[in-house]
């Protein structure tokens, strides 16, 4: 029952954020670089939308990481395969 539990809990934390990194905003620049950009010609406004992707993509690489390290632990708990402390 506890497993259960605790496995909803992590589908729904999952849902939750899936969710609102599918309805988050696009990420502005600073006021200088998004006037430089918008007054320069359509390449410029190319490189704009690539900061926006290297943010984002350096922001999600953190999580990431992180929720494979959650994952691995968890798969070496329930197998009995981690070292107790």
């Known amino acids: 029952?506890?497993?259960?539990?605790?496995?909803?809990?992590?589908?729904i934390v999952?849902?939750?954020?899936?969710?609102?990194g599918l309805t988050s905003r696009e990420a502005a620049a600073c006021p200088n670089c998004k006037e430089a950009v918008s007054a320069t010609s359509s390449e410029a406004a190319n490189m704009s939308e690539g900061f926006n992707w290297s943010v984002?993509?350096?922001?999600?690489v953190p999580f990431s990481l992180a929720g494979t390290g959650v994952?691995?632990?968890?798969?070496?708990?329930?197998?009995g395969?981690?070292?107790e402390l």
């Open 1 to 11: 029952m506890r497993s259960a539990r605790r496995t909803a809990g992590a589908l």
């Open 71 to 79: 994952v691995l632990v968890h798969r070496a708990v329930k197998n």
């Open 56 to 60: 984002l993509f350096m922001l999600s």
């Open 81 to 83: 395969t981690f070292p």
């Open 14 to 20: 999952a849902t939750a954020l899936s969710l609102s």
